[in-house]
């Protein structure tokens, strides 16, 4: 059976096209490495945040439940 002809490699890279691509595909990551970082000290400071909202707002209806509570017994 008959084999096409190979053309060269030497032809089909283009150094300044590979170099190109290769900054960009690092600069690409990078700028994700980046952006998972940012996001992940976001979401601490969201957690952190939610977490005192709901203690404010569990130790707020504490003290009206007790309140409630004194106010109903005569405490």
């Known amino acids: 059976m008959a084999h096409p ?6 032809s089909l ?3 300044s ?3 190109d691509h290769a900054y960009r595909f690092h600069r690409m990551k990078r700028r994700a490495r980046d952006e998972r970082l940012l996001r992940r000290r976001y979401a601490g400071v969201r957690f952190a945040f939610t977490l005192a909202l709901l203690a404010f707002v569990f ?3 504490g003290l009206i439940i007790w ?3 004194q106010s109903a017994f005569g405490l």
């Open 59 to 61: 130790v707020l209806l």
């Open 67 to 69: 309140n409630e509570i």
């Open 17 to 19: 096209a590979a170099i």
């Open 5 to 10: 002809e190979r053309i060269a490699d030497d």
């Open 13 to 15: 890279v283009d150094p």
